[in-house]
């Protein structure tokens, strides 16, 4: 059992490039979320979906676009990437999203130059 | 403005003894709170949580007690372990809402 899976694990970009971070889950959960952490700041959230065709924003979108076309996938875009978007991103699932405990993987290490 | 407070940064205990890592907030909607526990390059993992109908919750050498009145919530680790050392993040929701809200985190050490 996966649970849930983040690729790539490290990233360089240059300013202005775009890239997907791609998340699955294989535990047929229905809720997804992107959280970013950063030193002092702990975790935040990017954006998150209930179900398939369903997303919402969390507490910092700007600059990512997510989209959930399956149960299993749920990637994010970054459209022109920024130094400000360096940071450890993680992506998360959970049965149901509401009181049900989520989990992590392993995250991606992204660096904009 | 910050509604999850975890407001030691870090936290350093000798094997054996107790660890207590503390969790203030601020939002009354917040109805179910979470630990997770964070090793370096991994993500973090659940470790215990508590409904607010429930002031404490028990697994194993893990204990979690809510305070609603004063808004508090804390981990209690007993026997405290050298693998025990990682960052403990409190998360909190509430409202209906799937939006789960993070604490900074505190490093917990335990020394052997």
């Known amino acids: 059992n996966a649970g849930v899976t983040q690729t790539p694990k490290f990233q360089v970009l240059k300013t202005g490039q775009s890239m997907t971070l791609q998340c699955a889950q294989d535990?047929?959960?229905?809720?997804m979320s992107w959280y970013r952490q950063d030193p002092g700041m702990g975790l935040r959230l990017i954006h998150y979906?209930?179900?398939?065709?369903?997303?919402d924003q969390g507490e910092v979108p700007n600059g990512y676009n997510v989209s959930r076309s399956t149960t299993e996938d749920f990637p994010l875009r970054l459209l022109s990437a920024a130094p400000s978007q360096t940071s450890v991103y993680f992506c998360?699932?959970?049965?149901?999203?509401?009181?049900?405990?989520?989990?992590f993987g392993n995250g991606t290490r992204l660096t904009v130059t | 403005d910050q509604q999850v407070k975890q407001n030691s940064p870090s936290l350093s205990v000798q094997e054996g003894r107790i660890s207590i890592l503390n969790c203030d907030y601020t939002?009354?909607?917040?109805?179910?709170f979470l630990w997770y526990k964070k090793y370096p390059a991994e993500g973090p993992t659940f470790l215990i949580s508590?409904?607010?109908?429930?002031d404490k919750n028990e697994d194993g050498r893990f204990t979690v007690f809510l305070n609603k009145s004063a808004k508090h919530l804390s981990l209690h680790i007993v026997p405290s372990q050298p693998g025990d050392s990682a960052v403990y993040f409190c998360?909190?929701?509430?409202?209906?809402?799937?939006?789960?809200?993070f604490g900074k985190g505190t490093l917990l050490t335990v020394n052997p």
């Open positions: 998360a699932s959970s049965r149901t999203g509401y009181n049900s405990p989520l989990h």
């Open positions: 535990m047929n959960h229905e809720y």
């Open positions: 979906s209930v179900g398939a065709g369903i997303t």
């Open positions: 939002n009354s909607m917040f109805d179910y």
């Open positions: 508590i409904s607010s109908i429930k």
């Open positions: 998360a909190a929701t509430g409202g209906s809402n799937y939006k789960l809200t």
